[in-house]
């Protein structure tokens, strides 16, 4: 006689929500909330994107279409305001899976930037900066953001900073106490004006003032005795 048997099984349900997956939500929402916020600069024309992204157009857009539409991502829930935890971050980083060792790597370098991890910051200036074609122009981005942070020492609170683009913009507002707030503009079309910033004197003028000779002076003495990279740091 034959018999047949039973078995009782439980409906098979995969869970999703493990740490690791939300280790890796938590990167793609970062990297989709930066292009976002970005992507007036990489859809114009300008040069330092085409060197960037030259031969990956279609890697925002597939990125976007990643976070938006994959099925597998979607069902993956959006992660806490405090997640991942170290924990998280730590199972991440012991999988087996290279994509999941990946993400932890990249979000704990990103909350060492945060955190003012000064290795962290000369890598990131020295691979991924992009710098002015001239010297005047630094100078003048050095001496905005220097009266910015003056600004900022004299004065209790927060402020915001804005990208600079193009024309008259507000670049930094501090927030006063309820009656004024302190607002810095950038207006880059000093030389339709005639006017330009230079970072040394010229020293072709038959005559230095005396603020311009301890400024040329200074500056000599300084190359003299200072390695070019210590004065990068410095800077």
């Given at each position: ?15 999703y ?24 600069y ?39 305001t ?46 991924t ?65 005639d ?10 003028k ?30």
């Amino acid at each position: 006689m034959k018999t047949c048997s039973q078995f009782v099984c439980e409906n098979r349900a995969e869970d999703y929500d493990i740490p690791e997956n939300l280790v890796l939500k938590r990167l793609l929402a970062v990297i989709y909330e930066t292009l976002s916020a970005a992507e007036p600069y990489l859809r114009g024309e300008y040069e330092w994107v085409k060197q960037t992204w030259r031969g990956d157009e279609q890697l925002i857009e597939e990125l976007t279409d990643l976070v938006e539409r994959n099925v597998h991502v979607r069902r993956i829930r959006e992660p806490e305001t405090y997640e991942p935890t170290e924990r998280m971050l730590t199972q991440a980083e012991q999988s087996r899976q290279d994509v999941y060792r990946q993400a932890a790597a990249l979000l704990r370098k990103r909350r060492q930037l945060f955190d003012g991890d000064a290795d962290q910051l000369r890598e990131l200036l020295n691979e991924t900066a992009v710098t002015p074609d001239d010297e005047d122009t630094l100078f003048e981005l050095f001496v905005l953001f220097r009266y910015i942070a003056t600004i900022d020492e004299m004065r209790e609170g927060a402020f915001s900073l804005q990208t600079i683009s193009s024309g008259r913009q507000e670049v930094a507002k501090f927030e006063g106490d309820g009656e004024t707030d302190i607002v810095v503009y950038h207006d880059n079309s000093a030389r339709d004006r005639d006017v330009s910033f230079n970072a040394l004197p010229d020293r072709g003028k038959s005559h230095l003032s005396r603020t311009e000779k301890v400024h040329t002076t200074g500056f000599d003495v300084a190359s003299e005795i200072s390695h070019p990279a210590d004065q990068l740091a410095v800077f």
